[in-house]
């Protein structure tokens, strides 16, 4: 036990220093890009979305509004979407190099009530280090492969003619 309490503690140090650093990126085209911590995605207003995990078992999970999130980058919502903005997308990547696709035009209440979190809890528990520290939720999906864990930045671009 003596030899183990300092190994945890400095094992835990670690990955609190970790965690620390981490930050989701919003870039591209966007008019305010965002680094934001964990601790700034803490601050913002708590959102649910339910998952259906490959085997078929449905999860909570709690997190924050992908759209307060675009809203704070400068993404065009609502009214503004038309024209050129209906070409623009949103690209996904994660640190395990996995990357997926949605239009904005999806994305925003104006035109579909798709609910998308980035979440951080997974029924009521921090989510596991190989699926966090945060996972885009894609609610009512067929099937969770839009669901992106290990989610690092989102990246808003432009289909050009
Ligand atoms: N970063 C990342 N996210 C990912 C994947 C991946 O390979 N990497 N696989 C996707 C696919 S295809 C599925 S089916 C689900 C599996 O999630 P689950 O283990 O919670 O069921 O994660 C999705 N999210
Ligand atoms: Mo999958």
Not at 124 to 144: F, T, V, W, Y
């Amino acid at each position: 036990m003596k030899k183990i309490l300092p190994l945890a503690l400095f094992l835990f140090s670690g990955w609190v220093f970790c965690q620390s650093g981490f930050t989701l990126k919003v870039s591209g085209d966007v008019s305010k890009p965002l680094e934001m911590t964990l601790t700034d995605l803490s601050k913002m207003p708590r959102k649910e979305a339910s998952l259906k995990d490959k085997d078929g078992s449905i999860h909570l999970y709690k997190g924050v509004s992908l759209q307060d999130i675009l809203a704070k980058a400068g993404v065009p919502s609502g009214k503004e979407l038309h024209g050129e903005n209906l070409s623009k997308y949103l690209l996904a990547r994660c640190t395990d190099g996995y990357q997926v696709l949605f239009s904005l035009a999806e994305l925003d209440a104006s035109v579909a009530d798709k609910n998308v979190i980035v979440a951080d809890m997974v029924d009521g528990k921090p989510l596991p280090e190989s699926r966090g520290p945060l996972r885009l939720i894609a609610e009512g999906e067929k099937k969770p492969a839009r669901s992106s864990y290990q989610l690092e930045s989102l990246i808003i671009g432009q289909i050009k003619k």
